[in-house]
């Protein structure tokens, strides 16, 4: 099993193919748009510009789950995401990422990538997973590990 057996929803409702991204490398992110970790949009998107010419690509999923910072629904998401950070990258609809009701992709990320301690629930918005070309989730991000933190480990996958 990879990352590549998976699917989701755009945020335009259309389902895709996580195998569609196959020999990228990928950071999957749980969003929000009410967080103290919000800004960290401009990073991802930076990040994004700076390597996806070299087969890299940022997949934002919108959660909730945390203090209902994510209260808005997939049109609102996309248009904040671009009128205040610019974002290019794959967004996708509102998972849940913990919990019974996590969206698949969520609870295999948990499993390949436990957190601190080998905890495997997410905490909070913004944990980011790295996934190499292969679909192999590499490490978790804890939400405070900014985009530009992670850099050096993107460039190492890419050729």
Known sequence: MSIYDF????????EESLAKYKGKV??????ASKCGFTPQYKGLQEVYEKFKDRGFEVLGFPSNQFAGQEPG?????EEFCQINYGVTFPMFEKVDVKGEEAHPLFQYLSKEAPGVLG????KWN?????VDQEGR???RFAPKTTPDQIEADIAKLLK
Request: no cysteine; hydrophobic share 40%; net charge positive.
């Open 126 to 130: 913004f944990t980011k997973f790295l």
């Open 73 to 77: 629904q997939s049109g609102e998401i």
């Open 119 to 122: 905890s495997k629930s997410i």
């Open 7 to 14: 699917e989701a929803q755009t945020l335009r409702g259309e």
């Open 137 to 139: 989730v590499l490490k």
């Open 26 to 31: 990928l950071l999957v992110v749980n969003t």
